[in-house]
């Protein structure tokens, strides 16, 4: 079975500061790992993804996660935020041999001026 | 490609009627799958089909639930009869082969209130 997890269903940070979204999973098989953004009214879309190549991987609009298997997270960051930033943001999972993807409950990102 | 589309964008309807939501997914994608978002409870799979076969229709709420893809580029999820509780934005989003490692694209969604 697969999970994930989102600590913080609300983050806010301010213009120009560290953005981290925190995501734990949980996988019976290695995980592929995925962050999409979600802006107002709109559909679901790709940020990065991890499907074992590098443990570092670098997205859109500057975001980037690390993989670590030891603690079984996927956390996604940006080191200054801006504006148009703030969404909300889902990780999910994946496994090899399934197509399915289990979201987590997603974290809404605000960012103040 | 124009991305996955869905129809209608927003859709108003009373109790007991007969709803159909549509989905035309993008072209060569082995792999469809309607999502239903609330406050509640966030995203929900509710049924994904390959190659036009449903495989997993465990997130199906209840019978009043029916998804069908009777070809590859069209997907139709009905509900009857509706209830206010099945309020939500339902979201279809197709995915080509290749494992678990590729990404689903997402339609822009449908957000049904029923009244």
């Known amino acids: 079975a697969q999970s994930v997890t989102q600590l913080g269903s609300h983050v806010s940070v301010s213009e120009g500061a560290l953005v981290l979204l925190r995501c734990n999973y949980s996988?019976?098989?290695?995980?592929?790992l995925f962050w999409y953004v979600q802006y107002p009214n709109q559909g679901l879309q790709l940020l990065l993804k991890y499907t074992s190549a590098a443990t570092l991987v670098k997205g859109i609009n500057g975001f980037e996660a690390e993989f670590k298997k030891s603690e079984t997270s996927f956390h996604l960051t940006k080191p200054s935020a801006h504006m148009s930033d703030a969404a909300e943001y889902f990780c999910?999972?994946?496994?090899?041999?399934?197509?399915?993807?289990?979201f987590g409950t997603g974290t809404r990102l605000k960012v103040l001026a | 490609d124009a991305g996955v589309i869905q129809s209608p964008r927003h859709e108003v309807t009373e109790m007991g009627q007969e709803v159909t939501l549509r989905c035309k997914p993008i072209s060569g994608h082995d792999y469809l799958f309607w999502y239903r978002q609330t406050m509640m409870r966030g995203l929900e799979l509710l049924i994904y089909?390959?190659?036009?076969?449903?495989?997993?229709d465990s997130g199906m709420p209840e019978d009043r639930f029916s998804a069908k893809m009777p070809n590859a580029s069209f997907s139709t999820l009905k509900i009857q009869p509706s209830e206010p509780r099945d309020s939500a934005v339902y979201f279809c989003?197709?995915?080509?082969?290749?494992?678990?490692?590729?990404?689903?694209?997402f339609g822009q969604g449908t957000r049904l209130t029923v009244v």
């Open positions: 996988s019976s098989v290695p995980p592929y």
């Open positions: 089909f390959n190659n036009n076969v449903p495989i997993d």
């Open positions: 999910a999972v994946s496994g090899s041999g399934t197509y399915k993807y289990i």
């Open positions: 989003a197709s995915r080509p082969r290749g494992q678990g490692h590729t990404e689903a694209f």
